[in-house]
């Protein structure tokens, strides 16, 4: 079983950085991939980047690419989000999610955590 937290997000002008943490707990995060899916209002949720449980291979949406950054730290069971030149796009709830394989399909996330509003004003 592992729990996750979101935090970090809020509102920013376009241009703008956040970076976004997911704290876990539970012993076995280390051993999970780890992936950050977006939700705006009236679509779908999507995938945004994941990590694989040694932060060796990550993956990122075409929309994300060059912009925002994935990161882990199996020591304090974190996983990140650096988001830079964000756009009104980008506006979105964030959500955290463990995996067993490092994928993009929102049904292949065991977990999930509550969600983090990121606010992008132009």
């Known amino acids: ?6 935090s970090g997000g809020g509102l920013v002008q376009a241009g ?6 997911c704290a876990a707990s539970g012993s076995t995060f280390s051993s999970h ?7 705006a209002p009236g679509k779908e949720r999507e995938f945004v980047t994941a990590i694989s449980w040694s932060g060796g291979s990550t ?3 075409d929309s ?4 925002f950054t994935i990161s882990r730290d199996n020591a304090k069971n974190t996983v990140y989000l650096q988001m830079n ?3 009104p796009e980008d506006t979105a709830v964030y959500y955290c ?15 999930w955590g509550q969600g983090t509003q990121v606010t992008v004003s132009s």
């Open 97 to 111: 999610a463990a995996g067993t394989l490092v994928l993009k399909s929102v049904a292949e996330y065991d977990y």
């Open 33 to 39: 991939a780890m992936g950050w899916f977006r939700q």
């Open 16 to 21: 703008g950085s956040l970076r976004l943490s």
């Open 85 to 87: 030149s964000l756009k």
């Open 64 to 67: 994300v690419k060059g912009r």
């Open 59 to 61: 993956y990122y949406a």
């Open 1 to 6: 079983q592992v729990q996750l937290v979101e």
